[in-house]
């Protein structure tokens, strides 16, 4: 029987674990995370699951053929439901079906040292050589950080899996705006970027007249306008682009601006929509920086593919959603990334997500109403009793 109390005193329990207020710290293994992987340890031992912390830090749960899971490391600055919630929720499914259900926290989703990274070393796509050599901001690589948890036995084989299910907060304000209870992931939307220089001519900016110049900040300008207009005919309401990062030079008040530096980064669950996007931005920053008489470098393009999730799994969520929550449900691309992306390549994946109040994530303020928290769990369970 699923105990929805149970579920809820463990969320709060794991939240006591590197709490700050209202939000929690726990970075792939600092003191914090590893005391909340090894108390999972023990959760999923009392559960009747095999516990096992494989090399890589992932904390595994092993039981039946349905795996459930996401990640309990944070960000710097954590919400305390982010990836715990997929984690605990597993927890209480595999209590309510014994036999039915394997538990995983996958270590450092959020990127201390790679993204994904221990999603990524299971499903093949990542060798622990090559994680080992990966670095956080303060040069700790993450071989020597995963010393401080030895491993209790190797990762199990993705064969001995039929499914893969994330439970996940939605980290974005669709549902909570709209007032329903559950979204059901059509796909992780890819990711592409470029890196963009336009190099004018800096000067005096007070001698220079205004028809003479090569002002680098004016062509960024027009090319920000160039990229909006252009992908007016290529986009759909859930495609987004941004550009996050600009750095002017030498950026001061009295020299007209000889060089400026950008990010260009689009997102959208298909792959052909992705190509066609890259195609309008590529055009409209050459175009720009004709108009502007600037000269121009785009990098090579940085590219995640878009992970679809498998339809049959979402048909199950779905009859689910709308018995638990009859008509306060959607299906949903997510912007975010998950470990779900990684695992898609060894096993059939699914996600559900519920609803982040305002929208918020990646913030010690993060929260989600708990008649939702047990509205998702309800969902997830039956689904699992129709996959069992
Ligand atoms: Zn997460």
Redesign the pocket.
Known sequence: MLDPAAFLDDLDTLRGIGRRGTGVVRRAFDPDDIRARRRLADRFAAAGLDPVIDPAGNVWGCGGPILIG??TDTQPEGGWL??SLGVIAGLAVARARPGAVSVVSFQD?EGRFGATTGSEIWSGALSLDAADALTDLDGTTFGAARCALPSTGSAPDPARFRTYLEP?IEQGPVLDAAGEAVGIVTAIVGLRQVTVTMEGRQNHAGTTPMHLRADALRGFGMAQDAIATALEDVVTPDSVWTIGHVALHPNAPSIVPGRVRFTVQWRDASAARLERMETAIRRALEDAARASVLRIDISDTTALPPAPMDSTLQDVLARAAEREAPGRWRRMPSGAL?DATNVARVLPVAMLFAPSIGGISHAFDEDTDRDDLVTMLRVLDRAVGELT
């Open positions: 996401s990640h982010d990836g989703e996940h998950h």
